[in-house]
């Protein structure tokens, strides 16, 4: 069996001591797990940007073709509001069926309601009003929690209230 691919959509690699600390943390910790983690900053060269618009149009590019061709979307949503580009993968990742992982360490509440932490529109792929939380991490040690969704997709298990139709 290969590894499922898990394209992990997040800000922290415009962040050189981000991307050098926690963002390490959550790709090997998502390794470790099984995954072949697709890590945009090093999969597209983003690292060595330029001023050419030809430049930044391949790189949304590839970004949104690794969204279409990954098994799943890992996506950091930290910050208030989260990343446009983080919600924009997500988006896609919803509308091609890819089943979504939010990981969120920031403490700031980023909704209109008390029941979600972000916008109600993020969790539109799941089936009902409770499954979210299986999908949601506020600590890397929580990410192989064997009752949250993203151990049941390493182990090639059913997931929760997953909406594939």
Not at 57 to 65: F, I, L, P, S
Not at 108 to 122: A, G, Q, W
Not at 139 to 160: Q, R
Request: aromatic share 14%; glycine share 8%.
């Amino acid at each position: 069996m290969s590894k499922k691919t898990l394209y992990l959509a997040n800000p922290y690699g415009f962040n050189r001591l981000v991307a050098e600390g926690p963002l390490l943390e959550i790709q090997g910790k998502l390794e470790a797990m099984g995954f072949e983690v697709w890590e945009p900053f090093q999969r597209n060269n983003q690292h060595d940007r330029t001023d050419l618009a030809a430049f930044y149009y391949r790189v949304g590019q590839c970004d949104k073709n690794d969204v279409r061709d990954c098994d799943g979307v890992f996506a950091i949503t930290d910050g208030s509001p989260p990343d446009e580009g983080v919600m924009i993968e997500v988006g896609l990742a919803i509308a091609w069926k890819r089943p979504v992982f939010f990981y969120r360490a920031d403490t700031r509440h980023c909704s209109d309601t008390s029941v979600y932490p972000l916008n109600i529109m993020l969790f539109v792929g799941l089936a009902d009003a409770e499954v979210w939380k299986r999908y949601w991490y506020t600590d890397v040690t929580d990410l192989d929690n064997p009752d949250k969704a993203l151990s049941l997709f390493a182990a090639g298990e059913p997931l929760p209230g997953f909406l594939q139709d």
